[in-house]
């Protein structure tokens, strides 16, 4: 089978087809294979017909027609049937649906393919997610960009691409400038203070900043002395960029998220190359002044007049902004860290922003065919109330708080249902809590806001983590009152219908994984998962595995069940989510 992959071999087997019955060249894509919907009596359905009915002035049951006659699949499927204005529809062979589930035993990767050094199908990615505010408590804000982002990453690393993260920390310019300065106001030098006293500092600071024209115009000067290199400024920044990354990994253990300070590549870090970037867009012809700033205008932006609009890489006042440094982020992942593909992770309302650095990038020659940049966009998350998610005062929500909460909650739910040890209910209260957070916000599609909803997230039915990691560690129960496993080569039986719906859903594995990836859309593979705990519901009600009629059976049963725990915890690992073996 081609990669593992049904509806990519189903494909390949329709592309050969219609050369050899019309002489039209298609790839396995091309052919439109898709799942049939329930009730339409097939597996897949192939509507390639009707797409090139009007190509080839021909009617679409014609088409379709002359691709079955054509169709060299007999040991795959049973006679192909031709349905509608011209659908095809395809239902697998038992026999060779058991073969293919047998052979699933036996692999590691449970059929999905992996991308070759060599082929041009391994690339190396460059993920900006993260990017907290140094100085700052990380808030609920920021846990999208955070969650999105590691599932992004994991399933990039297991594609078998080479992925490069980078946490772009807000750790430079003017918020700096006011803080430090009022800490010199506080005669503070250094000391033991924590990121809730930063916080509080930031604040009154920004208070001062613009309501005190003196202390404004000292902040930016304290700014060009940390710009500068003063060693005063630069020992009181180090300090602040140095609880806040204790504060950012606290959190990214407790999230469970793959970001270290191995990773950390603040503004400070682009800061040297930002007088380069702009000499480089200057001498390509790229820049023009305007009102005393250096901008450069990518064509096809205006504003609501109709006038172009600019992307300021130098203000009048020789400083550099957001546009500067994430310029200078595109010139160096690619042409200092060789990375193919640039990702960002960022909240939807940046769109334009990444659009006209993206033209701008292109333009001076840092992206291209052979460099590509993708702005991973996502909605925030709403209250009950429909609103952006706050306090009851109000304020933003403490990321590490709701996180603790998550938790708590958890562990109430598991407390009731657990014969566990103290022990145990911690790690699975973390399990839990935390994946009950991280599968609500994944499993909605991420450029559209979604509710955040305690009750809903740690239900025990429907798509929830709660209800995958239940339904996975039912596998462990049953293997253990069989006293066995099935190993690789048993023989996989499917003489029920739920057993053979459960074998063609695990099939679709690679698919569903393959379309999660290509789209960095998390959410269709959590679709692809509830689906698959749903099927072993119903194998799990209606075929008895321990009390099967005979030991093929039994064996045949062990092996579907061990499958299903395999494909739920690989794919709740790639979203991040821990599957514990009892909960």
């Known amino acids: ?11 390949l087997r329709v592309a050969n087809a219609l050369e050899a019955a ?55 499927v049973e006679p192909p ?113 924590t990121i809730s006293d930063l916080n509080g500092f930031y604040q009154e600071a920004r208070k001062k900043f613009d309501a005190d024209p003196e202390f404004a115009d000292r902040s930016r000067r304290r700014v060009v002395a940390l710009q500068g290199g003063d060693e005063t400024t630069l020992a009181l920044w180090r300090e602040l960029v140095e609880e806040s990354e204790r504060h950012f990994a606290t959190v990214y253990e407790l999230l469970g998220v793959k970001l270290t300070a191995e990773d950390y590549y603040g503004e400070s870090f682009y800061n040297p190359f930002l007088a380069d970037v702009v000499d480089e867009l200057e001498a390509k012809g790229l820049t023009a002044v305007s009102d005393g700033a250096v901008c450069v205008f990518p064509p096809g932006f205006t504003n609501r007049e109709g006038e172009p609009l600019p992307l300021i890489v130098r203000k009048r006042d020789g400083g550099y902004g957001y546009a500067s440094t994430d310029l200078a982020t595109a010139r160096y992942w690619t042409r200092e860290r060789g990375a193919t593909d640039l990702l960002y992770v960022v909240g939807s309302p940046q769109a334009q922003h990444f659009q006209m650095v993206f033209a701008v990038a292109r333009e001076a020659g840092w992206l291209g065919d052979e460099h590509q940049a993708v702005h991973i966009g996502f909605g925030s998350i709403l209250g009950e109330d429909g609103k952006v998610l706050r306090t009851r005062a109000g304020g933003s929500v403490k990321l590490v708080d709701l996180l603790r909460e998550a938790v708590d909650r958890a562990a109430a739910v598991v407390a009731e249902r657990s014969k566990m040890d103290a022990a145990q209910q911690e790690a699975v209260s973390r399990a839990v809590g935390i994946g009950a957070v991280k599968y609500a916000d994944l499993s909605s599609d991420r450029e559209k806001d979604y509710v955040f909803a305690w009750d809903r997230m740690l239900a025990m039915e429907g798509n929830t983590s709660v209800y995958l990691q239940y339904a996975n560690a039912r596998v462990p129960s049953v293997l253990a009152r069989a006293g066995k496993q099935a190993e690789p080569g048993t023989p996989v039986l499917l003489g029920v219908t739920a057993e053979r719906a459960l074998a063609l859903k695990l099939l679709q594995l690679p698919a569903a994984l393959s379309t999660a990836t290509a789209e960095y859309a998390p959410h269709k593979l959590c679709t692809y998962l509830y689906e698959t705990a749903v099927a072993f519901s119903t194998f799990y009600e209606n075929c008895p595995v321990v009390h099967a009629p005979d030991d093929r059976t039994r064996m045949s049963r ?23 073996d009892q909960l």
């Open 81 to 193: 049937e031709v349905a509608g204005p011209g659908f095809i529809n395809l239902t697998l062979r038992r026999e060779w649906l058991e073969d293919q589930t047998t052979r699933l035993l036996g692999d590691d990767r449970l059929g999905v393919p992996t991308a070759q050094d060599g082929t041009g199908g391994r690339k190396r990615y460059a993920i900006d997610y993260g990017s907290p505010n140094v100085a700052k408590e990380m808030h609920v804000g920021h846990l999208r960009s955070s969650i999105i982002g590691d599932a992004v990453v994991r399933m990039l690393e297991f594609a078998g691409h080479e992925v490069i993260r980078h946490n772009h920390l807000g750790d430079w310019g003017t918020p700096f400038g006011m803080l430090i300065e009022h800490l010199v106001d506080l005669g503070w030098t250094s000391g033991d203070h």
């Open 22 to 76: 019309l002489d039209v060249e298609i790839t396995p894509d091309e052919a439109l294979i898709r799942p049939s919907a329930p009730g339409r009596g097939a597996d897949y359905q192939c509507n390639v017909a009707m797409s090139l009915a009007k190509r080839l002035g021909r009617p679409p049951r014609d088409v379709a027609a002359a691709i079955v006659a054509n169709l060299d699949a007999a040991e795959m």
């Open 1 to 11: 089978m081609l990669g593992g992959d049904v509806g990519l071999e189903l494909g």
């Open 558 to 580: 062990l092996a579907l069940a061990q499958l299903t725990s395999r494909v739920l915890t690989l794919g709740l690992s790639l979203l991040g989510i821990e599957a514990p």
